[in-house]
């Protein structure tokens, strides 16, 4: 009904958290109740990131580290230091990787870090902690083709499997039912077609062959016209060809024959045989345009950050950021040298780049902790 939260939560005022959090301060708040309220005494000791002072002996209150994996929270109305406290919090990380302390429950060096931002003087913020410490960050800025960029195509497996990764990431990243099954379908296809072009290929079609495979996808959806989109589909299915014959696929047909059904050898077969509803003999424009425009409008939406996707643009993986434990902070607002980045796609980029790093970590942390 108009209950606003899941039928699981209960909503409570804060003076009931506050009462669960420091039980001895009683339901009082406020912050003049707050700079004479005595911190627990357990949160006075080294036990993590030091967070403020508290209390008339302005006493030193500290996060326990061995509790951060779970998650911290700040909420506070505007200008109440959620963010000094956050960078403050990333400051200590980066002190921990340069010099470990070594005490039990700490971070160590072997700890990877990423903040995500939307405004360049947050990503400044950042930066200044890390060299302030000695510590080496890299800062990655959607709208600015001078940095990385992460590469959300760059995970194991198949073609298929690479494109079905990226969709999912695409269904996270637009609004609730944005993206069907049909064009959930559609949108697999070009862009297990699109991770086989090369830039023959494309060159063969009239491509430009510096595209990323969003683009080559875009263009196999009629982003450039419906004849451009059938000569990118002929090339490949050309190369298609000549690779299964390599490979030694008896069920293709002979050379100027009609061709029929057959079992796939290669990944660029396979991705040519995805493509047959849209380019097959009976598939017409018509049919091409009912299956298209939908995928092709959200395609359309992420290549406003074209550059991000360059093939040029030096590239890591969010394996990588982890693996080799890399301090990263992800821009995906105005970059630092002014170039703009609109909030819908931001959102969108930031949603992209969140399921991706969740997905590495899911693969690549598993028994981390325990180690």
Known sequence: GDYPLASTSFLVGPQVVVGVVAPHAGASSGAALTERRAAPSGLLDRIGPA??????????????????????????????????????????????????????????????????????????????????VGDEVSIIEVG??????????????????????????????????????????????????????????????????????????????????????????????????????????????AAGGTQGAFVPLTEIGMADQKLMPMFGGRSTEATRRSLCEAPRNKLGQLLGAESWWSPARVKVTWDQVLEHHLAVVVNTGVSTSGAVVDERLSGQMSALLMYGLRDAIQRRCSGWQEE
């Open 51 to 132: 967070l403020g002072v508290a209390g008339e002996a302005a006493a030193m209150v500290h996060l326990p580290a061995e509790s951060a994996w779970g998650g911290v929270g700040l909420a506070g109305t505007p200008g109440s230091g959620k963010s000094s406290a956050l960078r403050g919090i990333w400051g200590w990380n980066c002190v921990e990787r340069v010099a470990p302390s070594g005490t039990p429950g700490f971070p160590g060096e072997r700890n990877a870090l990423v903040a995500f931002e939307s405004k360049p003087d947050g990503a400044a913020w950042y930066r200044r902690w890390s060299e302030g």
């Open 144 to 253: 600015d083709p001078s940095t990385w960029s992460i590469d959300l195509l760059g995970v194991p497996g198949t073609a298929e499997e690479r494109a079905r990764f990226f969709v999912n990431a695409m269904v996270y990243a637009f609004n609730d039912g944005a993206i069907q099954d049909r064009s959930f379908e559609t949108l697999t296809a070009v862009l297990t077609a699109a991770l086989c072009v090369t830039p023959s290929i494309a060159a063969a079609a009239g491509v430009s062959p510096d595209g990323s495979p969003l683009f080559f996808a875009h263009v196999l959806l009629g982003g450039l016209g419906d004849p451009m989109a059938v000569a990118l589909a002929e090339s490949l299915a050309s190369e298609a060809t000549r690779s299964e014959r390599e490979a030694g696929s008896r069920s293709l047909p």
